[in-house]
């Protein structure tokens, strides 16, 4: 009988994510003696009782590894590659409902009953989980991004949440997502626009290119994010042009001009649906 290696421990540990329960390492064939000699050598470490992880494993896993909570809300949104409005902070975690005492963890502590049950190998919330604390930690705008950025890469479906037991603020976050925006401030819109009453379509295609929003029949707003310079750039001129001659107005604005200066973007898009602009003729 071949006994699994050290080295094929190292690259099980690494393929479940960095870490693992040393149950489930033995459950796959490897001996307590093996576990022993990659943590005596450095090749791996114990960060806690009945655990066993990577040396080089992220501070934030390796944390909630050894206080046995959950990573959750913002700080699983950025392990899944959501849009997030701001990523900075100290840790979200979540601690089951049974749990008592005091959690010793430099971290936003989410108590509660999960959604999604999880299974007790894993330190990572599931996605709806990490959406369902989202919802009620985050300002509606904020959130509603962050949803729609897991809509969007497929992560989760809108028929599958709406049968989860979701609270009051997942429920209004719910009723406003949609899969279509591609990114953060295009979700903003959807709301900041709503009160004039006009139809808004995100994330379309017109004449060969895919435009951020479509306000109307004819006005098309399209936010420049950082990647709008150089050849980008002058593909984007060059398609507003495009859009004139065929009819349609452009509003090109800028992410700092959403984020910080909103009043002044709403002025000019209001100015314009004055001036009929967003209508057909």
Same mark, same amino acid.
């Given at each position: 009988?071949?006994?699994?290696?050290? #080295?094929?421990?190292?690259?099980?540990?690494?393929?479940?994510?960095?870490?693992?329960?040393?149950?489930?390492?033995?459950?796959?064939?490897?001996?307590?003696?093996?576990?022993?000699? #990659?943590?005596?050598?450095?090749?791996?470490?114990?960060?806690?009782?009945?655990?066993?992880?990577?040396?080089?494993?992220?501070?934030?896993?390796?944390?909630?590894?050894?206080?046995?909570?959950?990573?959750?809300?913002?700080? #699983?949104?950025?392990?899944?590659?959501?849009?997030?409005?701001?990523?900075?902070?100290?840790?979200?975690?979540?601690?089951?409902?049974?749990?008592?005492?005091?959690?010793?963890?430099?971290?936003?502590?989410?108590?509660?009953?999960?959604?999604?049950?999880?299974?007790?190998?894993?330190?990572?919330?599931?996605?709806?989980?990490?959406?369902?604390?989202?919802?009620?930690?985050?300002?509606?705008?904020?959130?509603?991004?962050?949803?729609?950025?897991?809509?969007?890469?497929?992560?989760?479906?809108?028929?599958?949440?709406?049968?989860?037991?979701?609270?009051?603020?997942?429920?209004?976050?719910?009723?406003?997502?949609?899969?279509?925006?591609?990114?953060?401030?295009?979700?903003?819109?959807?709301?900041?626009?709503?009160?004039?009453?006009?139809?808004?379509?995100?994330?379309?295609?017109?004449?060969?290119?895919?435009?951020?929003?479509?306000?109307?029949?004819?006005?098309?707003?399209?936010?420049?994010?950082?990647?709008?310079?150089?050849?980008?750039?002058?593909?984007?001129?060059?398609?507003?042009?495009?859009?004139?001659?065929?009819?349609?107005?452009?509003?090109?604005?800028?992410?700092?001009?959403?984020?910080?200066?909103?009043?002044?973007?709403?002025?000019?898009?209001?100015?314009?649906?004055?001036?009929?602009?967003?209508?057909?003729?």
């Amino acid at each position: 009988m071949v006994v699994p290696s050290a #080295a094929e421990l190292v690259q099980l540990v690494r393929a479940q994510g960095g870490y693992a329960r040393t149950t489930l390492i033995t459950q796959h064939g490897f001996s307590r003696r093996t576990i022993e000699s #990659a943590v005596s050598e450095g090749s791996l470490t114990r960060p806690r009782r009945g655990w066993i992880a990577a040396p080089d494993l992220a501070p934030t896993l390796r944390d909630a590894v050894k206080t046995g909570v959950v990573i959750t809300c913002r700080t #699983a949104a950025q392990h899944y590659r959501l849009w997030l409005h701001d990523a900075s902070g100290r840790p979200h975690v979540a601690v089951p409902e049974s749990r008592t005492g005091k959690v010793r963890v430099a971290a936003k502590v989410h108590w509660g009953a999960p959604l999604v049950p999880h299974s007790p190998d894993e330190v990572i919330d599931p996605i709806e989980n990490t959406l369902g604390y989202i919802a009620e930690c985050e300002p509606f705008e904020r959130a509603l991004a962050t949803w729609d950025s897991a809509l969007n890469k497929g992560l989760v479906q809108i028929d599958a949440l709406s049968r989860l037991p979701l609270r009051p603020a997942a429920r209004r976050v719910l009723a406003s997502a949609t899969p279509f925006a591609d990114a953060g401030l295009e979700t903003y819109l959807r709301p900041r626009l709503r009160w004039l009453r006009q139809p808004l379509r995100v994330q379309i295609w017109i004449h060969g290119h895919r435009v951020d929003a479509l306000l109307g029949d004819r006005l098309v707003l399209q936010i420049d994010g950082r990647h709008h310079v150089g050849a980008q750039r002058s593909e984007d001129i060059k398609h507003d042009a495009e859009l004139m001659l065929l009819g349609y107005h452009v509003i090109r604005v800028s992410y700092s001009q959403v984020m910080f200066d909103w009043p002044a973007v709403q002025d000019v898009i209001t100015r314009a649906v004055a001036q009929g602009l967003h209508v057909a003729r």
